[in-house]
């Protein structure tokens, strides 16, 4: 069956270090991977995006990574404030279908 | 938020009770999602919508009913609840080319 799976369930980083958070999916019909970010008693916020036709994507000091052969996914967070202290999860999308399997989230404390 | 609203946004029910969840989007997106989210657990879908009165089961329905008759709102109904549906609901639409956003969600606690 189709998993999402993540390395660590809790990642603690200094305040300007940078933060690397891992994801796994086993399904290789996957074709579409987001990653969210959630903080407490909201839903999930969409940070950014990448396609199984890229490998690497960036956005505003963060930088999402995929590696096809390895079912890897991986998100960096560069220069960690306070602010991105939250639970970071990712979404697999399945072609050809309507659907996504999330991965249980990693949450990212970060130390002052 | 895309726009997204779910009412209520906190609930307290007693078993057996029917509860209906709302889900409101301004956009006129034709992809809708009810998931749960629970600990230990990713997000589970329960139902989706693919248009006006088009949905479908995903994998934790068992319990659940869905309506959707306006493209606008997607309603997430237990006829019985129980215990087990204690859970946080979120609803979320998808835009084109697969993006998908979420709502504040729905915390809802059968007794």
């Known amino acids: 069956g189709e998993s999402v799976g993540l390395h660590l369930p809790t990642l603690s980083v200094q305040e300007g270090d940078n933060s690397i958070i891992n994801c796994a999916y086993s399904n290789s019909a996957s074709d579409y991977f987001i990653w969210y970010k959630q903080e407490s008693g909201k839903g999930p916020q969409f940070i950014i995006d990448i396609r199984s036709n890229m490998d690497k994507r960036q956005g505003q000091r963060v930088t999402v990574l995929l590696n096809k052969t390895v079912k890897h996914l991986s998100l960096q967070i560069a220069a960690t404030q306070p602010g991105d202290s939250a639970v970071y999860f990712c979404?697999?999308?399945?072609?050809?279908?309507?659907?996504?399997?999330f991965g249980t989230g990693t949450r990212l404390k970060v130390l002052a | 938020d895309a726009g997204i609203t779910q009412s209520p946004r906190h609930k307290v029910t007693e078993t057996g009770t029917p509860v209906t969840l709302r889900c409101h989007q301004t956009?006129?997106?034709?992809?809708m999602y009810w998931y749960r989210q629970d600990p230990g657990h990713g997000l589970r879908l329960i139902h989706y919508s693919y248009g006006v009165k088009d949905t479908d089961k995903g994998e934790v329905s068992d319990g659940y009913s869905v309506s959707r008759s306006k493209t606008e709102d997607f309603l997430l109904t237990l006829e019985s609840a129980t215990s087990s549906q204690t859970s946080v609901y979120f609803c979320a639409i998808s835009v084109q080319d697969n993006e998908q956003f979420f709502g504040p969600g729905t915390r809802l606690t059968v007794l």
């Open positions: 979404a697999v999308h399945l072609s050809g279908t309507y659907k996504y399997i």
């Open positions: 956009e006129n997106h034709r992809y």
